[in-house]
């Protein structure tokens, strides 16, 4: 494209800042995204976090380093105050060993390239040698006769369906093997479980991420294997039925630790005692260098506290930048502040999260029970759109903000961008800083200031 | 982010097939984007013409090749007809010499990233040396007395304006710097040109593209500086105002050769003598590999027919699919396109381009006299939206497809993807297969096959 092929107004989306469109709140969206978009801060703090920092599970050295790095960076920006506050976190270790080998029955050995799936238990030292019965889903199992799965590792194969435009809707319509299958298999006597990784993307890398285990049941060892390997796995087994596969997992459980949310404050100019949260978590599976799952999250969020101090434009309320901790495996951060929040006798008025990786906007989504909130939403979309965001979809959140919903009943709106590349690099060692770009980040970061101050100041 | 947050309305934008809604267009959207999801073959098509045949000026053989390509694409996909059409294309070559130094006055030298700009001529052998004056923009030219640029290299350092959501819009702000500084520093006696590279993205590359020189005038040299060089040489023109600059560029033009451009022809099944016209432009500048600008283009435009066979969605009208030669530096494939439809009495309808590069979908822009085309827009938007389009803006077409449309007074659509990152390596050795996304390369071939088959069976 060599050439100007459009007017000015089609390819701004129409946007021209005319005579009457200059009300108050056009003059700050349009301040916060100017400097957001020339001079924003969040990509370098960023860079900061993944590259000094790197990945941090809850309860690792590298999380306590990440508290660290969030409440300097607040103190940078300006924030009236940061609060480190004390929640206790389980700690999973991966340990050193992680690999498993198929034998294939006509004496051929493939190695295949395995991810523990987080809280997983670990399988004996010289691991678990067994023969593999692959399975579509959950319900697969119940068709298998008494004791077929005995002392088998369950494969469960289920590719994200790529017709869906939504990314996390294909992740939705299959991560349950993921979540599940352990404590679904365990029952039929399986004795580990290999999982498909929960991406679309074909290539090398497993991808991780949380399981359960049924309190009541027996645990077994959980590990996700890449797609190249999981059609491996696949062909390998229709050719020669019988292959083992020994799968060796040093993961364990250590005792719970202390860790920290770190939450910054910005007090409100007329309403301080009433309360707006924004945030991400800090946490991170230990892997990659949790970019975009979730250092993106709180990067905006810090930057869009940031952008509201510089450039005078503090609303009413008090705003709570909250970086979470232990989302990935527990949210125990989450139900803390909301504890907390309780306990102390706080009012909280709306809450905002950023968990969806750091591209290009798309869209809001809003949760209110009053449903004035969406007339609200409708008022302010076009500001919005100015910078990327066409929809506000009805439902929207975060696994964090979770909890203070449902304490206080309050709205949550969860930003929402492109996620077309999301899971090629969720949970695996690929999420790292280079997948980000910092126009993208800095937009996602306009736009949570952007909600903050229109939620911060509104009549309500 | 580790749950499903949001409930399937929110995540899909409210997408769900309901009974009311299963209307035959309703199927075949879903049928569209269902395959090229899911079975797309653009993205593989995509990485032979980047990495078999590699970038492909106008001209050069690597641009036979890619005819070559295009042809033998289109009659895997089943095309009724391959037409290659002769095109005249000029034939600028880059030459093996592209340097320059920075010489300061304290003795230091300092080798910058430079190419040439398209179409430019070159140094003597031995290079321009000279003083250089660094400018704002065409107009600072003005303010300079008699003399004073005489001899000098002008150096054009306006930066892409950061605060457009759209990049489009950056770049059309100051890329007269690069089309017209050469034309515009010769009557002041300017030796040579030196332009910041068109984007937004601070590294190494340097950007190369399109200038024209006034036919009355003066021919000198310009090239583009990388955005890290760009600011190296403006830092030190402040600490050393009379350093000089040597430049040497081996670019030249040779003889006009014949190429073509390639239409394969899907006929109507109703209506076989009116056209539709979908395409990009098979050319790129001589780096990289031509990837996004505009191989994906090409890739989505195969991939559109071939989906409407494949699918059994041929249009009442006839489609061309064409490859344009020679966008980039003459644009005479979309001019010999338009002539030989009149020569030959062709009826066209309706043509549509994706020259924007192959980032996830965002807009649709169209320009049409009839109005009634923008109430069938808004009809079909509610398609487009369940795939990532949003808003169909007022205005939008192509280099290529505009001398049909003057030609014609047919109404033109332009295929407007996520912007952020497409200047990153617009005409830049960045331009290469690595930067394209599978999914979001696919969405946009769906997209056009929608287009195509709305407008091909639409009843006006």
Redesign the interface.
């Known amino acids: 494209?060599?050439?100007?092929?459009?007017?000015?107004?089609?390819?701004?989306?129409?946007?021209f800042l005319s005579a009457q469109t200059l009300d108050t709140d056009s003059i700050a969206t349009v301040r916060i995204?100017?400097e957001v978009?020339?001079k924003g801060e969040g990509y370098e703090n960023l860079r900061v976090l993944c590259k000094s920092v790197g990945h941090r599970l809850s309860g690792s050295p590298q999380a306590a380093a990440a508290v660290e790095w969030g409440k300097q960076a607040m103190v940078k920006a300006g924030y009236d105050s940061v609060i480190l506050q004390p929640v206790k976190v389980p700690k999973w270790v991966r340990g050193n060993v992680e690999k498993a080998t198929l034998h294939q029955t006509n004496g051929e050995n493939l190695s295949l390239t395995v991810k523990a799936l987080g809280m997983s238990v670990g399988t004996p030292a010289l691991g678990i040698t067994a023969e593999v019965v692959e399975v579509y889903n959950l319900d697969t199992l119940k068709t298998f006769k008494k004791d077929a799965l005995k002392g088998k590792i369950v494969f469960f194969n289920r590719p994200m369906n790529?017709?869906?435009?939504?990314?996390?809707?294909a992740?939705?319509g299959c991560?349950d093997q993921r979540g599940s299958g352990a404590a679904t298999a365990a029952p039929f006597g399986a004795a580990a479980v290999l999982v498909r990784s929960m991406t679309?993307m074909h290539d090398d890398h497993a991808h991780t991420?949380?399981m359960r285990y049924d309190p009541k049941g027996v645990n077994i060892p959980a590990a996700a294997l890449s797609l190249n390997d999981a059609d491996a796995l696949s062909a390998a087994l229709k050719g020669f039925p019988n292959s083992k596969v020994t799968l060796q997992l040093s993961c364990h459980h250590e005792d719970s630790v202390w860790s920290n949310n770190v939450i910054g404050v910005i007090r409100g100019r007329e309403k301080p005692e009433e309360i707006v949260t924004v945030g991400g978590h800090l946490d991170s599976w230990d892997v990659g260098e949790g970019a975009h799952?979730?250092g993106a999250g709180c990067a905006q969020s810090i930057e869009a506290g940031r952008l509201l101090i510089q450039l005078g434009l503090r609303p009413k309320r008090t705003v709570h930048v909250v970086l979470f901790m232990n989302?990935?495996n527990g949210a125990c951060g989450g139900v803390e502040y909301a504890r907390a929040a309780k306990r102390n006798g706080e009012k909280h008025f709306f809450a905002i999260e950023s968990?969806?990786?750091g591209f290009?906007p798309?869209?809001w989504?809003v949760s209110a029970e009053d449903q004035t909130w969406y007339a609200l939403m409708n008022r302010w979309k076009k500001y919005f759109?100015?910078?990327?965001i066409?929809?506000v979809?009805?439902?929207?959140?975060?696994?964090d903000i979770g909890p203070l919903r449902d304490a206080y009943k309050i709205p949550t709106a969860?930003y929402?961008p492109?996620s077309?590349?999301y899971f090629d690099v969720?949970h695996a060692d690929s999420d790292v800083f280079e997948s980000i770009?910092p126009?993208?980040l800095h937009?996602g970061a306009g736009h949570l200031a952007l909600m903050v101050y229109l939620v911060g100041n509104n009549q309500k």
């Open positions: 494209m060599k050439k100007i092929l459009f007017t000015a107004s089609a390819l701004f989306g129409g946007f995204f100017n978009l020339a790529p017709h869906h435009f939504s990314t996390f809707m992740y939705g991560v679309l991420g949380s799952d979730d989302e990935e968990d969806a990786g290009s798309r869209y989504g759109a100015w910078y990327g066409d929809q979809l009805g439902s929207g959140g975060g696994v969860g929402l492109d077309q590349r969720h770009h126009r993208e937009l």
